[in-house]
């Protein structure tokens, strides 16, 4: 079973940046598109960000220039690049297939507050 595995949260103040990183050992990755997720506390998981297999990227409104997806199909991850961050971008961040069909991860909490 593969297993997604989310890293690079933290606490951060408004308008600071961060960059999460997500391996997928083991997957069939440079095929498929990739995506961002986001779930905030009392809300429903959100698609953030995508990244087809030919590297064509989309964003959500509320995120497009402010944040960056890329991939890496050598090492199988796909990154997210943060700037101008905001207290709405608070939430726990997955990754997986978009669509999604792998089990999910652990995630990885991102915080912004002063």
């Known amino acids: 079973q593969v297993q997604l595995v989310e890293s690079g949260g933290g606490l951060v103040q408004p308008g600071g940046s961060l960059r999460l990183s997500c391996a997928a050992p083991?997957?069939?990755?440079?095929?498929?598109?990739q995506g961002w997720y986001r779930q905030a506390p009392g809300k429903q998981r959100e698609l953030v960000a995508t990244?087809?297999?030919?590297?064509?990227?989309n964003y959500t409104d509320s995120v497009r220039g402010r944040f960056t997806i890329s991939r890496d199909n050598a090492k199988k991850t796909v990154f997210l690049q943060m700037n101008n961050l905001k207290p709405e971008d608070t939430a726990v961040y997955y990754c997986?297939?978009?669509?999604?069909?792998?089990?999910w991860g652990q995630g990885t909490q991102v915080t912004v507050s002063s």
């Open positions: 997986n297939r978009n669509p999604p069909s792998l089990s």
């Open positions: 083991g997957s069939v990755f440079r095929i498929y598109s």
């Open positions: 990244i087809t297999s030919g590297r064509t990227t």
